[in-house]
């Protein structure tokens, strides 16, 4: 299984990202795949998980509204595209994955084993 983020950067508040997660090795029908972020000092923090087999999405909280997750199954990638970006959402972010459904449970502690080497999101004030 492996996992390559792309897509981050610098932008301003207020501003957008729309970040990939490129897959291979791993069954869209049978995986969860999430993004979880890591700011500078702090703990890792659940952002968005996928089961691409049906589509179905979660969120946290501090992202809910502003943050849609999304899969091409074709294309085995899945997108975190992230709007009304503010200066607390900088942060590496991970995209992961394992064989378990996402839910509310695995949104909040992304048990997975399976992980990208993340890519940076900083947001100016």
């Known amino acids: 299984v492996q996992l390559v983020e792309s897509g981050g950067g610098l932008v301003q508040a207020g501003g957008s990202l729309r970040l990939s997660c490129a897959t291979s090795?791993?069954?869209?029908?049978?995986?969860?795949i999430g993004w979880i972020r890591q700011a500078p000092g702090k703990q890792r923090e659940g952002v968005s998980c996928?089961?691409?087999?049906?589509?179905?999405?979660y969120y946290t909280n501090p992202v809910k509204g502003r943050f849609t997750i999304s899969s091409d199954n074709a294309k085995k990638t899945v997108y975190l595209q992230m709007n009304s970006l503010k200066p607390e959402d900088t942060a590496v972010y991970y995209c992961?994955?394992?064989?378990?459904?996402?839910?509310?449970?695995?949104?909040?502690?992304?048990?997975?084993?399976?992980w990208g080497q993340g890519t940076q999101v900083t947001v100016s004030s």
């Open positions: 090795g791993v069954t869209f029908d049978a995986h969860a």
């Open positions: 996928i089961n691409p087999s049906d589509g179905s999405t």
């Open positions: 992961a994955t394992d064989r378990i459904d996402c839910g509310p449970i695995v949104v909040e502690t992304f048990p997975y084993d399976y």
